[in-house]
């Protein structure tokens, strides 16, 4: 019997070693994931549109292009894919919303994000 397809897993933030370690936490925890980066909001489109990710996982704060504005380019390019936030900082300033996603995980417990995808892919 073959192995399952790959989960098809866009990460969009703005530092490479922060995405890389995104990946590894995936990987590490066992679960089989085609990944692809995207650094900036034109990066983000390009891959909704052609690598058809079934979970995107971005960055709160990301330069010139907001969490929230990569959940709602997500969502209108691909609907019902679920948007989980990263953030390694407070989540929203002082008087401001933190976007509201699939899920919330800080990136100094990356453990925490296997599980999360566990539950809302059932992988």
Same mark, same amino acid.
């Given at each position: 019997?073959? @192995?399952?397809?790959?989960?098809r897993v #866009?990460?969009v933030? @703005?530092?490479? $070693?922060?995405? !890389?370690?995104? !990946?590894?936490?995936?990987? @590490?925890?066992g679960?089989?994931v085609?990944?692809r980066h995207?650094? @900036? ?5 390009? #891959? +909704?549109? /052609?690598?058809?990710?079934?979970? *995107? +996982?971005? $960055? *709160?704060? +990301?330069? /010139? =292009?907001s /969490?929230a ?5 997500s969502?209108t390019? #691909?609907p019902?894919v679920p *948007? *989980? =936030?990263l ?6 300033a002082p ?5 509201e996603?699939?899920?919330?995980v800080f990136k $100094?417990? +990356?453990d925490r994000?296997?599980? #999360?995808v566990?539950?809302?892919l /059932?992988?």
């Amino acid at each position: 019997m073959a @192995d399952p397809a790959p989960l098809r897993v #866009l990460i969009v933030d @703005d530092s490479r $070693d922060d995405a !890389e370690l995104t !990946e590894l936490a995936l990987r @590490d925890a066992g679960l089989a994931v085609e990944c692809r980066h995207a650094y @900036d909001e034109a990066g983000m489109t390009a #891959l +909704l549109r /052609g690598f058809a990710p079934q979970l *995107v +996982l971005s $960055d *709160v704060n +990301l330069p /010139g =292009f907001s /969490g929230a504005e990569a959940r709602n380019l997500s969502r209108t390019i #691909l609907p019902g894919v679920p *948007v *989980v =936030f990263l953030t390694g900082s407070l989540i929203a300033a002082p008087g401001e919303e933190a976007p509201e996603g699939d899920g919330l995980v800080f990136k $100094d417990e +990356l453990d925490r994000l296997p599980g #999360l995808v566990r539950r809302l892919l /059932g992988a």
